[in-house]
Protein backbone atom coordinates (compact mmCIF):
# COMPACT_ATOMS: atom_id res chain seq x y z
CA UNK A 1 0.00 0.00 0.00
CA UNK A 2 1.39 3.42 -1.07
CA UNK A 3 1.84 6.05 1.92
CA UNK A 4 0.10 8.57 -0.50
CA UNK A 5 -2.58 7.91 -2.96
CA UNK A 6 -4.24 10.01 -5.36
CA UNK A 7 -6.49 9.36 -8.17
CA UNK A 8 -4.09 10.29 -11.41
CA UNK A 9 -6.82 11.22 -13.83
CA UNK A 10 -7.07 13.22 -15.75
CA UNK A 11 -9.72 14.92 -13.91
CA UNK A 12 -11.59 16.74 -16.77
CA UNK A 13 -13.96 19.38 -15.40
CA UNK A 14 -15.43 22.56 -17.66
CA UNK A 15 -14.69 26.07 -16.84
CA UNK A 16 -16.53 27.56 -13.80
CA UNK A 17 -16.99 24.39 -12.04
CA UNK A 18 -15.90 23.50 -8.86
CA UNK A 19 -12.65 20.71 -9.38
CA UNK A 20 -12.86 18.47 -6.42
CA UNK A 21 -9.08 16.42 -5.55
CA UNK A 22 -9.05 13.61 -2.91
CA UNK A 23 -5.87 12.14 -1.46
CA UNK A 24 -5.72 9.57 1.43
CA UNK A 25 -3.08 8.74 3.64
CA UNK A 26 -1.40 5.44 5.37
CA UNK A 27 0.39 7.13 8.45
CA UNK A 28 -2.21 7.87 11.43
CA UNK A 29 0.49 9.77 12.69
CA UNK A 30 1.13 12.52 9.64
CA UNK A 31 0.57 16.16 11.30
CA UNK A 32 0.19 18.22 8.73
CA UNK A 33 -0.78 18.07 5.32
CA UNK A 34 -0.03 20.53 1.80
CA UNK A 35 -1.25 20.55 -1.93
CA UNK A 36 0.78 21.70 -4.41
CA UNK A 37 0.38 22.21 -7.81
CA UNK A 38 2.79 21.20 -10.85
CA UNK A 39 2.58 22.75 -14.39
CA UNK A 40 4.26 20.38 -17.09
CA UNK A 41 7.76 20.99 -16.81
CA UNK A 42 7.65 22.92 -13.95
CA UNK A 43 8.55 22.78 -10.02
CA UNK A 44 5.75 22.14 -7.47
CA UNK A 45 4.40 25.18 -6.30
CA UNK A 46 2.96 25.36 -2.59
CA UNK A 47 -1.18 26.51 -2.79
CA UNK A 48 -2.92 24.98 0.58
CA UNK A 49 -1.50 23.65 3.74
CA UNK A 50 -3.75 22.17 6.63
CA UNK A 51 -2.79 20.71 9.75
CA UNK A 52 -6.35 20.31 11.85
CA UNK A 53 -9.14 18.99 10.77
CA UNK A 54 -12.28 20.82 9.12
CA UNK A 55 -11.83 23.16 6.07
CA UNK A 56 -9.50 25.89 5.27
CA UNK A 57 -10.38 28.46 2.85
CA UNK A 58 -8.05 30.27 0.77
CA UNK A 59 -9.47 32.77 -2.20
CA UNK A 60 -10.59 29.74 -4.64
CA UNK A 61 -9.50 27.13 -3.06
CA UNK A 62 -10.64 25.02 -0.07
CA UNK A 63 -8.79 22.14 1.63
CA UNK A 64 -10.47 19.96 3.51
CA UNK A 65 -8.90 17.46 6.24
CA UNK A 66 -10.51 14.46 7.76
CA UNK A 67 -8.06 12.57 10.08
CA UNK A 68 -10.20 10.38 11.39
CA UNK A 69 -10.70 8.78 7.70
CA UNK A 70 -7.29 9.64 7.16
CA UNK A 71 -8.75 11.95 3.98
CA UNK A 72 -7.75 15.64 2.64
CA UNK A 73 -8.39 16.77 -0.43
CA UNK A 74 -9.13 19.71 -2.21
CA UNK A 75 -11.44 22.08 -3.66
CA UNK A 76 -11.42 24.48 -6.39
CA UNK A 77 -13.97 26.80 -7.34
CA UNK A 78 -14.82 28.55 -10.44
CA UNK A 79 -12.22 26.72 -12.19
CA UNK A 80 -9.98 28.09 -15.01
CA UNK A 81 -8.48 26.65 -17.82
CA UNK A 82 -4.94 28.47 -16.30
CA UNK A 83 -5.62 25.76 -12.84
CA UNK A 84 -4.86 22.70 -15.74
CA UNK A 85 -1.80 21.37 -13.93
CA UNK A 86 -0.83 18.35 -11.90
CA UNK A 87 -1.75 18.81 -8.02
CA UNK A 88 0.10 17.14 -5.54
CA UNK A 89 -0.43 15.90 -2.12
CA UNK A 90 2.04 16.05 0.89
CA UNK A 91 2.20 14.51 3.84
CA UNK A 92 4.40 14.77 7.06
CA UNK A 93 5.92 11.03 7.64
CA UNK A 94 6.70 9.45 10.63
CA UNK A 95 9.51 11.79 11.34
CA UNK A 96 8.61 15.33 10.66
CA UNK A 97 11.24 16.80 8.60
CA UNK A 98 10.12 14.69 5.37
CA UNK A 99 7.46 15.26 3.12
CA UNK A 100 5.82 12.11 1.33
CA UNK A 101 4.30 13.24 -1.80
CA UNK A 102 1.14 11.07 -3.76
CA UNK A 103 1.76 11.02 -7.65
CA UNK A 104 -0.40 13.28 -8.61
CA UNK A 105 -3.98 13.96 -9.88
CA UNK A 106 -3.50 15.49 -13.26
CA UNK A 107 -6.67 18.55 -13.38
CA UNK A 108 -7.89 19.34 -16.89
CA UNK A 109 -10.13 22.24 -16.96
CA UNK A 110 -11.82 23.01 -20.70
CA UNK A 111 -12.95 26.27 -21.47
CA UNK B 1 11.40 38.22 -2.36
CA UNK B 2 14.03 36.02 -4.11
CA UNK B 3 12.60 32.61 -3.77
CA UNK B 4 14.60 29.33 -4.01
CA UNK B 5 17.39 29.36 -6.61
CA UNK B 6 19.03 26.30 -7.93
CA UNK B 7 21.79 25.75 -10.53
CA UNK B 8 22.48 24.46 -12.96
CA UNK B 9 19.05 24.14 -14.77
CA UNK B 10 19.83 21.39 -16.85
CA UNK B 11 23.31 19.24 -16.90
CA UNK B 12 23.93 15.91 -19.23
CA UNK B 13 26.16 14.00 -17.63
CA UNK B 14 27.74 10.14 -18.90
CA UNK B 15 27.33 7.12 -16.56
CA UNK B 16 29.98 7.05 -13.85
CA UNK B 17 30.47 10.52 -13.66
CA UNK B 18 29.47 12.52 -10.54
CA UNK B 19 27.40 15.48 -10.36
CA UNK B 20 27.23 18.54 -7.58
CA UNK B 21 23.62 20.51 -7.57
CA UNK B 22 23.38 23.85 -5.71
CA UNK B 23 20.31 25.68 -3.91
CA UNK B 24 20.37 29.17 -2.01
CA UNK B 25 17.24 29.33 0.20
CA UNK B 26 14.99 31.95 0.79
CA UNK B 27 16.11 34.65 3.22
CA UNK B 28 15.59 33.51 6.44
CA UNK B 29 14.88 30.18 5.54
CA UNK B 30 17.21 28.12 7.71
CA UNK B 31 16.45 24.38 6.45
CA UNK B 32 17.09 22.99 3.15
CA UNK B 33 15.35 19.64 1.65
CA UNK B 34 16.35 17.75 -1.48
CA UNK B 35 14.05 15.49 -3.66
CA UNK B 36 14.23 13.53 -6.43
CA UNK B 37 11.38 13.29 -8.69
CA UNK B 38 11.04 11.44 -12.00
CA UNK B 39 8.29 11.16 -14.43
CA UNK B 40 5.12 10.59 -13.58
CA UNK B 41 5.38 10.49 -10.09
CA UNK B 42 6.07 12.78 -6.73
CA UNK B 43 8.88 13.91 -5.13
CA UNK B 44 10.95 11.32 -3.07
CA UNK B 45 13.02 12.82 -0.07
CA UNK B 46 16.59 12.89 -0.32
CA UNK B 47 17.79 15.11 3.12
CA UNK B 48 17.31 17.49 4.94
CA UNK B 49 19.76 19.90 6.48
CA UNK B 50 19.21 22.67 9.37
CA UNK B 51 21.56 24.52 10.83
CA UNK B 52 24.42 22.86 8.92
CA UNK B 53 22.97 19.29 10.45
CA UNK B 54 21.58 16.28 8.56
CA UNK B 55 18.26 16.50 10.04
CA UNK B 56 16.90 13.13 8.01
CA UNK B 57 17.93 11.15 4.68
CA UNK B 58 15.68 8.61 2.58
CA UNK B 59 16.06 5.72 0.86
CA UNK B 60 18.82 6.34 -1.53
CA UNK B 61 22.18 4.75 -1.52
CA UNK B 62 25.34 6.98 0.07
CA UNK B 63 26.44 7.57 -3.82
CA UNK B 64 24.30 10.04 -2.60
CA UNK B 65 25.43 13.10 -0.10
CA UNK B 66 24.87 16.69 0.78
CA UNK B 67 25.77 19.61 3.14
CA UNK B 68 24.92 22.85 4.18
CA UNK B 69 26.88 26.00 4.33
CA UNK B 70 27.30 28.70 7.44
CA UNK B 71 25.05 30.83 4.69
CA UNK B 72 22.29 27.87 4.74
CA UNK B 73 22.98 27.31 0.98
CA UNK B 74 23.48 23.71 0.01
CA UNK B 75 25.11 21.30 -2.24
CA UNK B 76 24.05 17.99 -3.42
CA UNK B 77 26.49 15.65 -4.61
CA UNK B 78 26.24 12.02 -6.30
CA UNK B 79 28.64 9.93 -7.45
CA UNK B 80 29.08 7.37 -9.91
CA UNK B 81 25.72 8.40 -12.02
CA UNK B 82 23.46 5.89 -13.08
CA UNK B 83 20.82 5.86 -16.02
CA UNK B 84 18.33 5.48 -13.12
CA UNK B 85 19.25 9.09 -11.71
CA UNK B 86 18.03 10.84 -14.63
CA UNK B 87 15.46 12.97 -12.99
CA UNK B 88 14.46 16.40 -12.07
CA UNK B 89 16.09 17.92 -8.67
CA UNK B 90 14.25 19.81 -6.17
CA UNK B 91 15.53 21.58 -3.23
CA UNK B 92 13.12 23.16 -0.90
CA UNK B 93 13.16 25.56 2.08
CA UNK B 94 11.32 26.22 5.26
CA UNK B 95 12.27 28.47 8.35
CA UNK B 96 12.69 25.25 10.27
CA UNK B 97 12.87 22.08 10.32
CA UNK B 98 9.05 20.85 11.51
CA UNK B 99 6.64 19.74 9.95
CA UNK B 100 4.15 22.55 10.24
CA UNK B 101 6.95 24.90 8.02
CA UNK B 102 5.67 24.54 4.83
CA UNK B 103 8.84 23.65 2.39
CA UNK B 104 8.80 26.02 -0.82
CA UNK B 105 11.28 24.38 -4.00
CA UNK B 106 13.02 26.03 -6.23
CA UNK B 107 12.79 25.78 -10.06
CA UNK B 108 15.10 22.54 -10.29
CA UNK B 109 17.95 20.86 -11.85
CA UNK B 110 16.67 18.20 -15.04
CA UNK B 111 19.56 15.97 -14.88
CA UNK B 112 20.13 13.32 -17.63
CA UNK B 113 22.33 10.77 -17.76
CA UNK B 114 23.54 9.08 -21.13
Known amino acids: QKEVEQNSGPLSVPEGAIASLNCTYS??????FFWYRQYSGKSPELIMF????GDKEDGRFTAQLNKASQYVSLLIRDSQPSDSATYLC???????????FGSGTRLLVRP | DAGVTQSPTHLIKTRGQHVTLRCSPISGHKSVSWYQQVLGQGPQFIFQYYEKEERGRGNFPDRFSARQFPNYSSELNVNALLLGDSALYLC?????????????FGDGTRLSIL
Open chain 1, 90 to 100: AVTGDSSYKLI
Open chain 2, 92 to 104: ASSRGPDSNQPQH
Open chain 1, 27 to 32: DRGSQS
Open chain 1, 50 to 53: IYSN
